[in-house]
């Protein structure tokens, strides 16, 4: 069944006229198909896209089962772009950092943000920089919800931070940035601090962290 | 005629003081846009916003107040 008869002037000239009501075709005088339903009910944009009219308006998925804790079956955005990832400590101090590349990719679907980082500097100093290796500039903020941060591994090199094995990245509630926890056998989770990361080292980080907006 | 535009297209303020801000960059052909790419980042209370877009700068003048900075650090300082 066609929607919208290719050269139709009436748009609404399918069998079940009723249902179709609020279908206006944008131009009537169209000579090709726009939207078709296929013989198993498919629904196909031929040309276009699905374009959702209102601002949290989406795709419910309502009609299948529920896993325990669900809290939402609207698919209600989708986004994808770009980003610039900084480095930066708590305290910036004199730190001076040129880079060779930075770049950040995104994708937002739903409430979940996949935020990918992919920098290496070029000059990295600082004598009075203090506190904690910071990445900012990333596209959303995290939800404010406490005692729930998101972590991922990272790839990394520039850090020396003894008896530790690994670092990954971490954002927790209403932060818009991500920090760095070292951890390894028998050592306590800590940050990634100032000191970890000498002056006049070259710095490479490589993540991706999703997180909950 | 090919034409690239820059536009600062959403501010989006969030409770927490957070200003969520998306440039958009269209390509544009006679009138018809071919392409478009989006770049985003956050001004978190307290950042020195004195190099955003203007009307980023007006958002931050008045959302980041005193108060606002003070309980996004407070909240900082907690998630340590």
């Given at each position: ?15 079940d006229?009723?249902l ?17 339903v ?48 900084v ?59 406490s005692?729930y ?17 690994n ?47 | 005629?090919l034409?690239?535009?820059?536009v ?21 052909e006679?009138?018809?846009?071919l ?5 985003r ?10 190099t ?21 650090k ?6 340590k």
């Amino acid at each position: 069944m066609a929607i919208a008869q290719p050269g139709s002037t009436d748009p609404l000239n399918a069998p079940d006229h009723a249902l179709l009501h609020r279908i206006i075709a944008a131009d009537p005088t169209a000579t090709v198909q726009s939207l078709t339903v296929d013989s198993s009910d498919n629904v196909k944009a031929l040309n276009g896209n699905f374009v959702i009219g209102t601002s949290g308006k989406g795709i419910d998925f309502s009609v299948d089962g529920s896993a325990a804790g669900m809290t939402s079956e609207l698919l209600d955005d989708y986004e994808e772009g770009t980003w610039t990832p900084v480095v930066i400590f708590t305290t910036g101090g004199d730190l001076s950092v040129t880079y060779s590349y930075q770049v950040g990719t995104y994708q937002k679907v739903g409430n979940w943000v996949i935020a990918s980082c992919n920098l290496r500097t070029t000059g990295f100093t600082h004598t009075t920089a203090s506190g904690s290796l910071t990445i900012t500039g990333f596209p959303f903020a995290h939800s404010g919800t406490s005692n729930y941060d998101n972590f991922s591994a990272a790839g990394w090199r520039g850090i020396t931070k003894a008896s530790y094995t690994n670092i990954g990245a971490y954002m927790a509630g209403a932060e818009s940035q991500c920090y760095f926890y070292a951890s390894g056998s028998g050592q306590v989770f800590t940050d990634v601090g100032v000191a970890d990361v000498p002056t006049g080292g070259t710095v490479i980080l490589k993540f991706t962290l999703n997180y909950q907006i | 005629m090919l034409e690239k535009k820059v536009v600062i297209d959403s501010i989006e303020v969030l409770e927490t003081g957070h200003i969520q801000v998306r440039q958009a960059t269209k390509i544009i052909e006679d009138g018809k846009e071919l392409s478009k790419s989006y770049h985003r980042w956050v001004v978190l209370p307290g950042d020195d916003y004195s190099t955003q877009d203007e009307r980023v700068k007006k958002v931050a003048e008045v959302i980041h107040t005193k108060e606002v900075v003070d309980t996004y650090k407070a909240q900082q300082l907690e998630n340590k």
